[in-house]
C-alpha cells in the first residue's frame, strides 16, 4: 500500500506523493455550503440562495469520481483495504456518496421550487453533511 510505503520512505527522508490529501477538502466544504444556503434561502425567503445550493450540490457530485479514485491509487489499489481504519473510512465515503446520489432526483423535483420541498432538501443535505465530516474524521486516522 502506498501509504505504508509513504511511512517507511518519510524514515528514509523522502516523501511519497499523495493525490487524495489535495482533493478531500472539495466535497466537505460542497456539502457544508449547500447546507448553509439551503438554512440561508429559507431565513431570508431569496431563491438565489436555493439556486446557489443546487450548483454546491452539482460541485459536489462532480468532484466525488476524483475524490475517491485518488483515494484507491493512494491505497494502491482494493488490496489497501484489509486495513480496518481504512475499511471505516471507505465504508463512510461510501455511504457518503450513495446518499448523495440519492438526493439527485429530489433535487430534480425541486429545481422549479426549492422553497416548496425545503424540509427534504435540507434533511438530505445535513444528512450529506454529517457523512462528509465523519468521513474526513475517519480520513485522519490514515495520516501520520
Ligand atoms: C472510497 C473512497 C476513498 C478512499 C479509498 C479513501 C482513502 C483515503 C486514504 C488512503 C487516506 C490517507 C491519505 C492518503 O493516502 O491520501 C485518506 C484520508 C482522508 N480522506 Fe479519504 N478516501 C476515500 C473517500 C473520501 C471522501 C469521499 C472524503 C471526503 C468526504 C475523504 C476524506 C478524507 C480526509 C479528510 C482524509 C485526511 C486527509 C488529510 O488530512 O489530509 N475520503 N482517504
Known sequence: MRLAQGRAEKETMTETFLYH???????????????LLLVLGRVKKNDEYFRFAFLTFVLCLLSLPFVVGAGFVDLGGFAGLRN???QRHVFSALT?????????PRWRQARQNPGASW????????????LAGLT????GFLID
Open 136 to 139: 474526513g474524521y475517519f480520513g
Open 119 to 130: 424540509a427534504s432538501l435540507a434533511a438530505g443535505a445535513a444528512a450529506s453533511a454529517l
Open 96 to 104: 457518503f456518496a450513495v446518499i448523495n446520489l440519492i438526493r439527485i
Open 84 to 86: 480496518d481504519r481504512v
Open 21 to 35: 490529501p489535495p482533493l478531500v477538502h472539495f466535497p466537505i466544504a460542497f456539502s457544508f455550503l449547500e447546507f
